[in-house]
Each structure stands twice: as C-alpha cells, then as structure tokens.
C-alpha cells in the first residue's frame, strides 16, 4: 500500500508534474537549476513591469483605451528600450531553458510524456519561435533552410511595439517580395514577458 503520507512536490500544475519530496528545500542539480533560472526570470519580468508601468501612465493613465505604439514613440523615452530588447532576449532563452528543464524532469520519470523539446513548444510556442529565431541567434546571421528571408530581416529590425499597455516583441511583422511571392515572418508571433510569466507562474 502506498504511503499516502509522502510529501510531494508539483512543478506544472496544468499538467500534474509532480516530483516525490520537498525538492526546493535542499535543492541540487536540476531543482538548483530551477531555482536560478526562475529568479532570473523573476527579475526580468521586474524590469519589464517598469517599464509597462512607466509608459501606460503617459498613454492610457486611466486604462479606457486599446493602445498600440512603436518605433520612436516620444512616451518611449522614459525606458530604456535597447535595455528591455535585451531583456526580452534573456527572458527567452532563460525561459525556454526552464521550461524545458521541468519537461526534462517529467519525461524521465514518465516516458510517457512529452519529450523536452515538445513540452517547451506547448507550455511556450511563441516564446520558443523568438528564441530560435531572434534570441540565441539573428535569423538573419545564418543561412538556416527553417528561416524565410522576412524572418531573417525582422530578427534583426529593432522589435518593440507596445500593446494593450504593455511592451511586446514579434508584434511588427516582416513582409518581402521574393520572386512573385509574398513572405512574411509569421513565425515570429507576439509576446509580452508580463503575459507570459503571469502564465508560467499559474504553471508553477
């Protein structure tokens, strides 16, 4: 008879991840892993709510209105927007690191589910595209066959647009005409790091 009286500890509550033992008591390996990336991630979410915070108090103080701005907007100015570039890019990769080390976590304790790579793609698609294709490296620096040339052209074009009150990457789209056709960088979809960690933090 199983001892119903062991302490567990769940690291997807959407998808019943759930290891035996308090593991982030005396965490090593994996779980120590865990825990930096996820204050890591802690801090860069900070960092962008800042900025949100700072920007909506300018254009839309009393939240009645959709808001969507880009490019050299003069509200822009109270952010750094090269700083929070940046950390939309370590934000990704961080992120689908963590994600992909609970999903590592589960599979091998059940090789029943999903594989690491196919757990990040569910838990964080958009995240993930933006990672392979702007943050670990410029699309536009490679000659990768899974890239089109609008997302080699739109990983490298400075990608801030703010949205519904907060700053968004992948929001700008890339389009070219190449030989009669039209090629857009549709891969690269939008993602705001205040949205997504709201959802990973619901995961957690």
């Known amino acids: 008879m199983a001892d119903t009286n062991t302490e567990i500890t769940t690291l997807d509550y959407v998808d019943g991840i759930n290891v035996p033992g308090r593991v982030f008591d005396e965490?090593?390996?994996?779980?120590?892993a865990l825990i930096c990336l996820w204050h890591g991630l802690e801090f860069l979410c900070k960092?962008?709510?800042?900025?949100?915070?700072?920007?909506?108090?300018?254009?839309?103080?009393?939240?009645?209105?959709q808001t969507i701005a880009s490019g050299n907007h003069p509200a822009f100015?109270?952010?750094?927007?090269?700083?929070?570039?940046?950390?939309?890019?370590?934000?990704?990769v961080t992120a689908c690191q963590y994600v992909r080390t609970i999903g590592a976590i589960a599979f091998r304790n059940?090789?029943?589910?999903?594989?690491?790579?196919?757990?990040?793609?569910?838990?964080?698609?958009?995240?993930?595209?933006?990672?392979?294709?702007?943050?670990?490296?410029?699309?536009?620096?490679?000659?990768?066959?899974?890239d089109n040339d609008a997302e080699r052209l739109a990983s490298i074009l400075p990608p801030l647009t703010f949205v519904n009150d907060s700053f968004h990457v992948g929001a700008n789209k890339g389009t070219m005409g190449v030989a009669g056709k039209l090629i857009k960088s549709d891969a690269i979809e939008p993602w705001s790091i205040c949205t997504v960690h709201e959802r990973l933090s619901i995961v957690r």
């Open 47 to 65: 960092q962008a709510e800042q900025s949100d915070r700072a920007v909506k108090e300018v254009m839309n103080p009393d939240g009645k209105f």
């Open 110 to 146: 059940d090789d029943s589910r999903q594989p690491p790579p196919q757990y990040v793609q569910t838990v964080i698609p958009e995240v993930l595209a933006f990672r392979d294709k702007v943050a670990a490296h410029f699309a536009w620096s490679t000659q990768n066959r899974n």
């Open 27 to 32: 965490p090593g390996n994996e779980y120590w």
């Open 77 to 92: 100015r109270l952010v750094s927007k090269t700083l929070l570039t940046c950390a939309f890019h370590w934000y990704a």
